[in-house]
């Protein structure tokens, strides 16, 4: 049984370059959630996907900011020109079902913009 | 809008003591989720518990347990006989229902450290 996954765990890279993450949720999981933690705070919700549509985006994720979910299986984040600002760790979750669900978090990417 | 207050920062205790992180939400939907996940070292979220707003019994699991008070709007949990292991941040969230989408609100958390 395997949870979510995300790639890479770390990046570190510098202030003007783009980055791309990718998250792996669980096996039939319909929704997919990215969230945003900076040091000290907790998760802030930034985007949600059931199966392949984009359902919901934060007024967090800028315009340089875009999330995909292909197929509805695996979703990709990436950020371009990043900032200074968007150094923190980009949580991925995923649950199976609308209603009374949980929702499960990988590992995170931990982002540092140089 | 959705708020969750967890006023406690950080607490350390001794091993075996009892503790408990308190948890304060404002919502204003009648049916909500409250959840609490542990964030260790390592950094990955791990869920504890889930609760909806329907079911205001008190759960025990093993050495957790949690006390959902609707007339407070509190959701507390407390760890009972404390291990080294406890050491982590705790995140109590809320969930709105109603055709929403289901997203966590978070507290800021509560550093825990239990020292031997």
């Known amino acids: 049984d395997t949870g979510v996954s995300q790639d890479p765990r770390h990046k570190i890279t510098k202030r003007g370059q783009n980055v791309t993450f990718r998250c792996d949720p669980i096996?039939?999981?319909?929704?997919l959630y990215w969230y945003r933690q900076t040091l000290g705070q907790g998760p802030e919700f930034l985007t949600y996907?059931?199966?392949?549509?984009?359902?919901?985006k934060s007024r967090l994720l800028s315009d340089r900011f875009s999330a995909e979910r292909p197929k509805g299986s695996f979703s990709t984040l990436e950020i371009q020109r990043t900032e200074q600002g968007d150094s923190a760790m980009y949580l991925c979750?995923?649950?199976?079902?609308?209603?009374?669900?949980?929702?499960?978090f990988g590992p995170g990417t931990r982002l540092t913009v140089l | 809008a959705q708020k969750v207050t967890q006023a406690q920062t950080e607490i350390s205790v001794v091993e075996k003591e009892d503790v408990t992180l308190d948890c304060v939400y404002e919502?204003?939907?009648?049916?909500?989720?409250l959840f609490w996940y542990k964030q260790p070292p390592s950094g990955e979220l791990v869920f504890l518990i889930r609760?909806?707003?329907?079911?205001?019994q008190n759960e025990i699991s093993g050495r957790y347990s949690w006390n959902f008070q609707k007339s407070t709007s509190s959701f507390n949990f407390t760890i009972t006989a404390s291990q080294v292991v406890d050491s982590a941040v705790y995140f109590c969230?809320?969930?709105?229902?109603?055709?929403?989408?289901?997203?966590?609100?978070f507290g800021k958390g509560t550093l825990l450290t239990v020292n031997p």
């Open positions: 609760r909806n707003s329907f079911d205001e």
């Open positions: 996907f059931q199966n392949e549509a984009q359902l919901e």
């Open positions: 979750a995923s649950s199976l079902r609308a209603g009374l669900d949980t929702q499960y």
């Open positions: 096996s039939e999981h319909n929704r």
């Open positions: 969230a809320l969930s709105e229902g109603g055709g929403s989408n289901y997203k966590l609100t």
């Open positions: 919502t204003r939907d009648t049916t909500y989720y």
